[in-house]
């Protein structure tokens, strides 16, 4: 319930307006609608993003890749999906693993900047346009066929996961594993702000950093910039951590791993103090997650 009397707003966090709507048991059809504005931006964003983020920024280099490498544990001549692969960053380094990819993504911008990147150095990778919420699609890439499956920071990105986790189930090997990595649902979202507080303490001058959480429990759906400069903003797409795993355990999986990424306290300051970088070496932006097929 909101209450508002002209000058005092309060913001419930309406968990129980979604409980009682019984929203929070699945995915299925929550976000559904935005599909279409997911492809259209993330293409209007492909020639920034691949500009800026390379072959990889601090988040991907410190947060995800080292758990992520060491999870997925790739062998040479591995068969390895990397789902939602963007401008292919990660698919370059599973090739160069000596992995052959299959590497997909919504956006077709995104896809010609992987092809433009990829040399026969990195590997054997075969890229496509795919949209992870297309269930033929995916069926049609090989039943049992995949050692392994990465999504690298994309899940948040999803209108829709049930489909990806209920059909990648098949197209693990058994024994396969599925890898990925989030932003962290409870700090690093639209209604987690961070701060800073200073306070003179016994004559001692002390700054604290932190992260104030509003909302959490219901899903939502809110725009935000992934990379500052961004052309246009993009629908992220929250799940509470139970909703989101729930829909992987549904689905058959079991969780092997998980890893919550901070940046160490000695990482290099960034240009912001309230960025995510060493003033908040207590909180972890990332969490990175693995699930194993039976
Ligand atoms: C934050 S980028 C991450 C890209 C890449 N994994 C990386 O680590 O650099 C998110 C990507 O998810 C893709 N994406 C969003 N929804 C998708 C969907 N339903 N199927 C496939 N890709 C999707 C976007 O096009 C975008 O390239």
Request: hydrophobic content about 40%.
């Amino acid at each position: 319930m909101t209450e508002s009397n002209g000058r005092e707003r309060t913001v419930p966090a309406g968990a129980g307006d979604a409980q009682a709507a019984g929203v929070r048991a699945n995915d299925t059809t929550a976000f559904a609608e935005f599909r279409d504005e997911v492809e259209r931006v993330w293409n209007e964003n492909s020639a920034y993003w691949d500009e800026y983020m390379g072959e990889g920024n601090d988040f991907v280099n410190v947060l995800c890749w080292p758990v992520t490498e060491k999870f997925l544990a790739v062998e040479p001549g591995q068969n390895v999906l990397d789902i939602a692969c963007g401008n292919g960053l990660t698919s370059r380094r599973l090739g160069r693993l000596g992995a052959r990819v299959v590497a997909f993504d919504l956006a077709e911008g995104m896809i010609a900047r992987a092809k433009r990147r990829t040399s026969a150095a990195d590997g054997k990778i075969e890229f496509r346009v795919l949209d992870a919420g297309d269930e033929q699609g995916l069926l049609a890439l090989g039943q049992e066929r995949f050692d392994s499956a990465l999504c690298n920071m994309a899940l948040f990105d999803m209108a829709e996961i049930e489909p990806l986790f209920r059909n990648l189930y098949s197209l693990l090997k058994p024994g396969g594993c599925f890898v990925f990595s989030m932003v962290h649902p409870c700090f690093n979202q639209a209604d987690a702000t961070r701060y800073s507080e200073f306070e003179d303490r016994d004559g001692e001058l002390i700054t604290t950093y932190g992260v104030r959480v509003s909302r959490y429990m219901t899903p939502s759906m809110q725009r935000g910039l992934a990379l500052r400069g961004q052309p246009t903003p993009q629908p992220y797409f929250h799940r509470p951590l139970d909703m989101l795993l729930n829909v992987g355990l549904k689905a058959g999986f079991v969780m092997n791993g998980i890893e919550e990424r901070a940046f160490p306290a000695t990482h290099p300051p960034g240009r912001h103090e309230l960025g995510w970088g060493p003033n908040f070496s207590e909180i972890p932006p990332v969490i990175v997650f693995r699930l194993q097929r039976q």
